[in-house]
């Protein structure tokens, strides 16, 4: 019994305390100080729904399986701290807390990357401005709060720093400017103010630069043509002012340059056509005049043109139809065209998306000989009239397509919509003709979006089947009659359902309120009659409803958030009462009603 005791102290003593068999073979152990950085860090996130630090447990931060976490297998020091998650749109998966200032003291750390955990909030810590060797700093998409410290411009060796996808305001700080060697900088997705800070013209080796989607203000500096490296360059959504500086065409490596949505004025540069490397150029949204330039033609691998929304003037330059031999994407929208017609170029070429909104055309609607190529067209706000019903025969590949705001003038039977179709804006025609030749039972299942409100449109909505998969039915201002079937139930993915201005009449049915992801509801100016049913409640997802203008009556449903909907929701019924309207009239209106 003794000796049982005595081999079984033993095996506890050796396994607590592994004997040391040579000082090569053994890999070191975690170095305290770094376990205790790290733990300083776990103890900061309260909440871990990616389960990635439940196996921080143990002694051993280096050979004890700790998820992220990479030890320099000499020294036992940790060198890399890996905690990514892809950024989609599962918000269930996330990390809740702060940085922890002790991540500051992992002083051997050169890679640190904690990102896509969506609910890491509070400031990036002083503390990071100790990780001198780091060469890569990324925190993206968590929820990080306050400046930019300024502390970060002390990582000498850092080529890699990005903190986009976060809540960060103020100014970008100046000392930024002291890291030579980075080459992606990427703050997109915060809140910062203020222009580019002048020390940015040490960032010579930058090969991409994203400062999109900020509130950024001033010039753009001359000295960004001097990043002879950079390839991508980002800066849309920003509140950015003054012309592009024609030092930027000097930059014969850049492949993306996207300036969209910001105030930029002036001509674009007639020496664009020397960024030999550009395969997407967006300067969408700002108030660039006069006329494309000539050379634009000679950008042999850009592959997507978004010059929409500016003050661009006719005509368009010769030499593009015979260049831009990658084009695929091409958006002219709403500038101050005046085309007539599609030019041939863009009729004959093979493209995927054709964008001429606002483009004032007029007559027939196009022939496209490559017809097979297009996924996705916008053709809205011109003066088109004919030539709905053939239009999209050979579009084998369209998946999304917009011609709303036009004067086309058919029988929606005439038309044709191909399979794959997902999207379908035809909203503010003439169209006419029954909706049941649209949506009906044998509608493609991609079918998600149908907008034909503003119609002529007659006809009921036909019974639907289950085989559907809308989002968004838009049927409004038509001529539409007859009863909501219950079947509308079968549109289990239906998000936005608008009948309003019709002849609809009948009851709303009970069924409708199977529709739980439904955010947008409007039934007004119809002729609906009877009660709006209890049933509605169980749909959260309401964010809008109108029943206004019909012949509904009886008790508003009792509950969120239907009784604090404005009352103009309910407006110009024939008696209908209870929250948000005065109360019923006697104790059980629906029995009175019924009697
Ligand atoms: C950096 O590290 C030193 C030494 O460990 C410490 O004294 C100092 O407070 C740290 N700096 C910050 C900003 O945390
Ligand atoms: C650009 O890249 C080249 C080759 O990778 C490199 O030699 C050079 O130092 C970089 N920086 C600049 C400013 O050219
Ligand atoms: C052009 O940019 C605008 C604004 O960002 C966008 O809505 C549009 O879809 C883009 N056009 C194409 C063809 O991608
Ligand atoms: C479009 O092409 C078809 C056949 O190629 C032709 O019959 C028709 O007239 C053309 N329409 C227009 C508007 O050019
Ligand atoms: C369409 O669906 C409805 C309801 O499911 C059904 O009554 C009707 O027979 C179907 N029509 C066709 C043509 O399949």
Redesign the pocket.
């Known amino acids: 019994m003794q000796i049982l005791m005595w081999v079984l102290e033993l095996f506890l003593v050796l396994s607590l305390h592994p004997p040391i068999l040579s000082a090569e073979t053994a890999p070191p152990a975690c170095f305290e100080a770094d376990r205790v950085a790290l733990l300083g860090f776990k103890a900061r996130i309260f909440k871990d729904t990616t389960d990635i630090l439940s196996s921080w447990i143990g002694k051993d931060c280096c050979g004890g399986g700790w998820e992220g976490v990479e030890c320099d297998p000499q020294t036992g020091r940790v060198i890399r701290l890996i905690l990514q998650r892809p950024a989609d749109k599962d918000l269930s998966i996330l990390m809740k807390g702060t940085l922890s200032p002790s991540l500051g003291n992992l002083h051997f750390l050169e890679v640190m990357v904690i990102s896509g955990m969506k609910r890491i909030a509070g400031p990036i810590p002083e503390s990071f401005s100790n990780l001198t060797r780091l060469t890569q700093l990324i925190l993206e998409d968590n929820f990080l709060q306050g400046d930019i410290p300024a502390s970060l411009g002390h990582l000498p060796l850092l080529q890699t720093l990005s903190l986009s996808g976060n809540h960060l305001t103020g100014q970008i700080p100046p000392t930024l400017g002291n890291l030579r060697n980075l080459q992606q900088l990427s703050i997109a997705r915060n809140s910062l103010t203020g222009p580019f800070p002048n020390s940015f013209k040490n960032l010579i080796n930058l090969q991409s630069l994203d400062l999109g989607d900020n509130a950024l203000s001033g010039t753009l500096p001359e000295f960004l043509g001097q990043f002879r490296n950079l390839t991508y360059l980002v800066l849309s959504n920003n509140q950015l002012t003054g012309q592009i500086p024609i030092s930027l065409c000097s930059l014969i490596k850049l492949a993306e340059l996207s300036l969209g949505h910001n105030r930029l004025v002036g001509k674009i540069p007639s020496q664009i056509g020397n960024l030999e490397s550009l395969t997407i150029l967006s300067l969408d949204s700002n108030q660039f005049t006069g006329q494309i330039p000539e050379s634009i033609a000679q950008l042999h691998n850009l592959w997507n043109l978004n010059l929409s929304r500016n003050v661009l003037l006719d005509s368009l330059p010769n030499t593009i139809s015979q260049g831009l031999p990658s084009l695929l994407s091409i958006d002219l929208s709403y500038n101050n065209f005046n085309l007539g017609t599609v030019p041939q170029w863009i009729r004959n070429r093979e493209l995927s998306s054709v964008y001429l909104a606002g483009c004032k055309l007029r007559g027939t609607l196009p022939n496209f000989t490559r017809s097979d190529s297009l996924s996705s067209i916008d053709l809205s706000d011109n003066y088109f009239t004919d030539g709905i019903s053939n239009f999209f025969a050979k579009m084998t590949s369209l998946q999304q397509a917009k011609i709303s705001n036009n004067q086309l003038k058919s029988d929606v039977s005439a038309i044709r919509l191909p399979d794959g179709l997902s999207s379908i804006d035809l909203h503010s025609n003439q169209l006419y003709g029954p909706l049941s030749s649209i949506l009906?039972?044998?509608t493609s299942k991609f079918l998600e979006v149908i907008d034909v409100s503003n119609n002529q449109i007659s006809g009921s909505i036909?019974?639907?089947?289950?085989n559907l998969d809308l989002k968004v039915l838009n049927i409004a201002s038509n001529k539409i009659t007859g009863h909501i079937p219950s079947?509308i139930s079968?549109l289990a993915k239906l998000e936005r359902f608008d009948i309003s201005r019709n002849q609809i009449e009948g009851t709303i049915p009970t069924n409708l309120g199977l529709l739980l992801k439904l955010q947008w509801l409007d039934l007004s100016i119809n002729i609906l009659t009877g009660k709006i049913p209890d049933s509605l409640l169980g749909i959260e997802a309401l964010r809008h409803v109108s029943f206004r203008a019909n012949r509904l009556c009886g008790e508003i449903p009792q509950g969120r958030p239907f009784n604090i909907f404005p009352p103009v929701t309910y407006a110009h019924n024939l008696c209908l009462c209870g929250r948000p309207l005065p109360p019923c009239k006697g104790k059980n209106p629906e029995k009175m009603m019924g009697q």
């Open positions: 009906n039972n044998k036909p019974e639907l089947s289950s079947s079968n």
